[in-house]
């Protein structure tokens, strides 16, 4: 059974950086996409960012583009999420999520979730 554990969250000041990280482990990942989600305090939850294991292609939602890096590194079985110029509407609880087959952003198009880490950006 597959199992992700997310790390790295805490409290950032706005404009930081902050990394993220899952470690993936119980299968091999080479036809799979992992997804970073996010949930703030009372709304739902949104993709952020996904990534392919083997090829790399990545894709990222519009209100993180250009700030947000998805990346993996495949003999360590993680996938990180760089986080950069971190503003207070980032505060949520960041997942990492898996699926088989293409990029999707759609949390119901996920199969196997971490439980989580929380960011908290102060302005």
């Known amino acids: 059974q597959v199992q992700l554990q997310e790390s790295g969250g805490g409290l950032v000041q706005a404009g930081g950086s902050r990394r993220l990280s899952c470690a993936a482990s119980?299968?091999?990942?080479?036809?799979?996409?992992m997804g970073w989600f996010r949930q703030a305090p009372g709304k739902e939850r949104e993709f952020v960012a996904a990534?392919?294991?083997?090829?790399?292609?990545?894709m990222y939602s519009d209100c993180v583009k250009g700030r947000f890096t998805i990346s993996r590194d495949n003999a360590k079985n993680t996938v990180y999420l760089q986080m950069n110029s971190l503003k207070p509407e980032d505060t949520a609880v960041y997942y990492c999520?898996?699926?088989?087959?293409?990029?999707?952003?759609?949390?119901?198009?996920?199969?196997?979730w971490g439980q989580g880490t929380k960011v908290t950006v102060s302005s």
């Open positions: 119980g299968r091999t990942f080479d036809s799979y996409v």
């Open positions: 999520a898996e699926r088989r087959g293409t990029l999707l952003r759609s949390e119901d198009d996920y199969d196997g």
């Open positions: 990534i392919r294991w083997t090829s790399g292609i990545t």
